[in-house]
């Protein structure tokens, strides 16, 4: 927390680059370009997470600025990411504009209604994102990563996991970045870096003490769901484990 709020999403971003949270200008400038007030309506502009349904928040806007300082340098014109547990998509939106036309941003949401409110935030300020396919939302279990966009420049992880997904790190170029809070729910988390050498080998590095909601299976996260479809609201509605293109649904809004 930088005990940052403002009246506006300028104001939030000024307090944060003046508290040192904000450090590159390159973070600085997309930052400024998402403004956090299409992603949450309640109190977007103050530094805190907000709750967004289904258990889970978005998180807050510094952890977002810190997770874009640690994968700058991954984060250049041409680069290609995964964004893992998406949510309101703020972070995605933020990579996707970092990495430019040439690059390629792919966010995975395990719970759809989170998925298409993704797909509404984004589209109401930056539609040219998932028109011209800069950027693409899937929904799916993140753990797996998304193989057939593999090797990736960077990961980010938006939520919590006592280790790494194998998955993620097969599926990260040697010299890419994954920046993700490891560690048990219950709290002493660490977001970490873990660098991939040119070896294989993969170097981590604790970075700030903090608290995310799991990476976990979705019944766990919304039980509520699981009850629905039990009292047959649903009846073969299985969330597909792997997100496959009839379920890439960056077009669907428009
Ligand atoms: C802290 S929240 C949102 C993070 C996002 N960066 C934001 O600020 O809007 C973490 C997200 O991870 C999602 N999530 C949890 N477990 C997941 C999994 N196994 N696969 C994909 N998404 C998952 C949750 O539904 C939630 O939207």
């Given at each position: 927390m930088s005990?940052?709020?403002?009246?506006?999403?300028?104001?939030?971003?000024?307090?944060?680059?003046?508290h040192g949270v904000i450090r590159s200008s390159r973070v600085e400038s997309v930052m400024r370009i998402v403004d956090r007030g299409h992603y949450t309506k309640t109190n977007p502009y103050v530094d805190?997470?907000?709750?967004?349904?289904?258990?889970?928040?978005?998180?807050?806007?510094?952890?977002?600025?810190?997770?874009?300082?640690?994968?700058?340098?991954?984060?250049?014109?041409?680069?290609?990411?995964?964004?893992?547990?998406?949510?309101?998509?703020y972070v995605a939106a933020c990579m996707a504009l970092m990495v430019g036309n040439t690059g390629k941003v792919i966010g995975i949401e395990h719970m759809e209604e989170l998925l298409q409110s993704s797909i509404d935030n984004i589209s109401s300020g930056h539609p040219h994102l998932l028109s011209n396919g800069t950027l693409e939302l899937m929904l799916g279990d993140g753990r797996h990563g998304f193989l057939d966009g593999a090797p990736y420049d960077c990961i980010h992880v938006g939520a919590s996991s006592p280790s790494v997904p194998q998955a993620l790190v097969d599926q990260l170029k040697?010299?890419?970045?994954?920046?993700?809070?490891?560690?048990?729910?219950?709290?002493?988390?660490?977001?970490?870096?873990?660098?991939?050498?040119?070896?294989?080998?993969?170097?981590?590095k604790p970075l700030l003490a903090v608290r995310y909601v799991p990476l976990t299976d979705q019944h766990k996260q919304w039980p509520e769901q699981q009850q629905q479809k039990q009292n047959g609201h649903h009846d073969d509605e299985q969330v597909q484990k792997y997100p496959s293109s009839d379920k890439m649904l960056q077009r669907k809004s428009f």
């Open positions: 005990w940052c709020w403002g009246n506006s999403h300028d104001e939030l971003i000024t307090c944060m680059k003046e805190a997470p907000q709750s967004i349904g289904y258990n889970v928040v978005i998180s807050a806007p510094h952890l977002h600025a810190r997770a874009l300082e640690y994968l700058q340098d991954h984060l250049h014109e041409g680069s290609k990411c995964l964004d893992i547990g998406s949510g309101t998509g040697p010299g890419g970045r994954i920046i993700m809070p490891i560690g048990p729910y219950e709290g002493g988390q660490q977001l970490e870096q873990l660098d991939k050498l040119s070896t294989g080998i993969v170097l981590r």
